[in-house]
């Protein structure tokens, strides 16, 4: 497999009837020594109300990532504070090391601009400064830029807040369950369904593309692993061996999934071109080899 290593955990398999709950996305406590921080509201300048309160949506992906600690506005060194009213030697006596402040301005297209500016107080200095255009069904999107692009600015380390979600949740239908197989935004808004099956859902991988989503289903009484494209809805089995089909994870470049199948006796790993369906087998052996993961 070239440079590209499959890393595999030796795990007893769990039943399959899982239970699976409504997204409920929650982060109960920070990591310890979490970086200061606040994010003012953007200065509007535009017509009517505000389109989308940009610095809340900025704030709660930043304390949802454990490393900072989002400022409540009430305690604010500057409750008004904009670009051209910044004393940062204020935020540094009150022990906040970042400050965010910028402005949504709306152009006769009815699109925005959406400026923000980072200053490290510390260091007395802006740290960074973005203009990024939106349209207003995008702008919760542009938010979640924002947010990587100061995640990184501080940490060093590509953030992960605009980007999706693929996640499994039940319901009953009449007397009938329902298994849900939905993608979402990071924090959980803008989701919409991608399957709504009788039978259970599991494991649910992306592509790398983004664009296809691996997942196990037991249509037929029976687990087999299927590859749904997200832009066509069109979707097909790649996995239906006898006994245990699972555990689908995709390649670096997109052109292969690891999987766990038992076709030979025990569990083991395999990994098939998803064009072709070769298998190659990775493990042997009596013991059961589940749940691998791809290291580039």
Same mark, same amino acid.
């Given at each position: 497999?070239s440079l590209t290593?499959?890393i595999?955990s030796?795990?007893?398999?769990?039943?399959?009837s899982?239970?699976?709950a409504?997204l409920?996305?929650?982060?109960?406590?920070?990591?310890?020594?979490?970086?200061p921080?606040?994010i003012a509201p953007?200065?509007?300048?535009?017509?009517?109300?505000?389109?989308e309160n940009?610095a809340?949506?900025v704030?709660?992906?930043?304390?949802?990532s454990?490393?900072?600690?989002?400022?409540e506005?009430?305690?604010?060194?500057q409750?008004?504070?904009?670009?051209?009213s910044i004393e940062?030697?204020?935020?540094?006596?009150?022990?906040i090391?970042?400050?965010?402040v910028?402005?949504i301005e709306?152009?006769?297209?009815?699109?925005y601009?959406i400026?923000?500016?980072?200053?490290d107080?510390?260091?007395?200095?802006?740290?960074?400064g973005?203009?990024?255009?939106?349209k207003?069904?995008d702008l919760r999107?542009a938010?979640?830029?924002?947010s990587?692009?100061i995640?990184?600015? *501080?940490?060093g /380390?590509r953030?992960?807040? #605009?980007t999706?979600?693929a %996640?499994?949740?039940n319901?009953?239908? !009449?007397?009938? +369950?329902?298994y849900?197989?939905?993608?979402a935004?990071?924090d959980?808004?803008?989701?919409?369904?991608?399957?709504d099956?009788?039978?259970?859902?599991?494991s649910p991988d992306?592509?790398?593309?983004?664009r296809? *989503?691996a997942? /196990?289903s037991?249509?037929? #009484?029976?687990?087999?692993? %299927?590859?749904q494209?997200?832009l066509t !809805?069109?979707? +097909?089995v790649v996995?239906?061996?006898r006994?245990?089909n699972g555990?689908?994870a995709?390649?670096?470049?997109g052109q292969?999934?690891?999987l766990?199948?038992?076709?030979?006796g025990?569990?083991?790993?395999y990994?098939m071109?998803?064009?072709?369906?070769?298998? #190659?087998?990775?493990?042997?052996g009596?013991?059961?080899?589940t749940?691998p993961?791809?290291?580039?």
């Open positions: 497999m290593r499959l595999f030796f795990l007893l398999l769990a039943s399959t899982s239970v699976w409504e409920d996305i929650r982060i109960t406590e920070g990591a310890e020594g979490a970086i921080i606040a953007l200065e509007w300048q535009g017509s009517g109300a505000r389109p940009i809340n949506i704030s709660a992906d930043l304390k949802r454990g490393r900072f600690n989002t400022l506005q009430s305690r604010f060194a409750p008004d504070v904009t670009p051209g940062l030697y204020r935020w540094r006596q009150k022990s090391d970042y400050l965010v910028g402005r709306q152009d006769a297209a009815g699109t601009q400026q923000f500016q980072l200053f107080t510390i260091k007395g200095r802006q740290l960074a973005y203009s990024i255009p939106a207003q069904r999107m938010a979640h830029q924002i990587d692009l995640y990184e600015a *501080i940490l /380390v953030g992960a807040f #605009n999706r979600i %996640y499994i949740t319901a009953h239908q !009449g007397s009938q +369950r329902h849900i197989m939905q993608v935004d990071s959980g808004y803008n989701a919409r369904t991608i399957l099956s009788p039978h259970p859902l599991m992306w592509s790398p593309d983004g296809r *989503i997942v /196990v037991f249509e037929k #009484n029976r687990a087999h692993v %299927y590859v494209d997200l !809805g069109q979707r +097909r996995s239906n061996f006994g245990i555990a689908p995709w390649s670096p470049d292969r999934l690891a766990t199948l038992s076709k030979s025990s569990a083991q790993i990994v071109d998803v064009d072709s369906g070769q298998l #190659n087998q990775v493990t042997t009596r013991f059961i080899n749940e993961a791809w290291m580039p």
